[in-house]
């Protein structure tokens, strides 16, 4: 079956950029869409932004300026750089993927990595 | 700020039946389908409910999705200990082109 595995350093010093690698396995990230999400201690969910099968993005626009995904289909793997950071970054970030259902016409999140805390801090 | 709105705690008795609600507008809930996602202590998102009122497999049909407007409510009924968990809601917002989740609500079983 298909999982996803977030990778990354867990400590990121504030102005610095945050870098994290989902690596898909079982599936193919040249099909679906795929997310970052991220959930500050305590708080909600936020959505980032997705890569899709053919490399297109589109970002969260309180983000936009400050985040780049990209994807490696060599590797089965995408990408999030969020440059600038600060303490209001400290969050567990998550990949997720975003799978679509013609009978409903809906998109929904239906595969999610285990997370990992990423704490901005000098 | 979360865009979606949804009380932060509900609480519930075993054997009974709790409501979460989530309020949007016009541009969110109101013209997309809403899902929801239950999240363990510790644990990843996990999805509930999809398309307004769809389980995936594996969900049992004693929680149920609806959507009037421009809100949305989970159910959940014949309440066991394993449902304490936190509950989200999202929806595609067509004004911020991307999605928008609520806050989360924490379900206590008493």
């Known amino acids: 079956q298909v999982q996803l595995q977030e990778s990354g350093p867990g400590l990121v010093k504030p102005s610095e950029t945050l870098s994290l690698t989902c690596t898909v396995s079982g599936g193919s990230i040249s099909s679906n869409y795929w997310s970052w999400i991220r959930q500050p201690p305590g708080k909600g969910l936020e959505w980032i932004g997705y890569i899709n099968y053919s490399g297109r993005t589109n970002y969260n626009p309180s983000l936009k300026s400050r985040v780049t995904i990209s994807g490696d289909t060599s590797k089965n793997q995408f990408s999030l750089k969020l440059s600038s950071v600060t303490a209001a970054d400290t969050a567990v970030y998550y990949c997720a993927r975003q799978e679509f259902s013609s009978t409903w016409y809906n998109w929904y999140f239906d595969l999610w990595g285990r997370g990992t805390l990423v704490t901005v801090s000098s | ?110």
């Not at chain 2, 969110?28 to 239950?38: D, E, F, K, L």
């Not at chain 2, 014949?78 to 968990?85: H, M, R, V, Y």
């Open chain 2, 1 to 110: 700020q979360s865009v979606l709105t949804q009380p932060p705690s509900a609480s519930g008795t075993p054997g009974q039946r709790v409501t979460i609600s989530c309020s949007g507008t016009s541009s969110n809930i109101g013209s997309n389908t809403v899902n929801w996602y239950q999240q363990l202590p510790g644990t990843a998102p996990k999805l509930l409910i999809y398309a307004n009122n769809q389980r995936p497999s594996g969900v049992p049909d004693r929680l149920s999705g609806s959507k009037s407007g421009t809100s949305a409510s989970l159910a959940i009924s014949g309440l066991q200990s394993e449902d304490e968990a936190d509950y989200h809601c999202a929806a595609w917002d067509d004004s911020l082109n991307g999605w928008v989740f609520g806050g989360g609500t924490k379900l206590t079983v008493l």
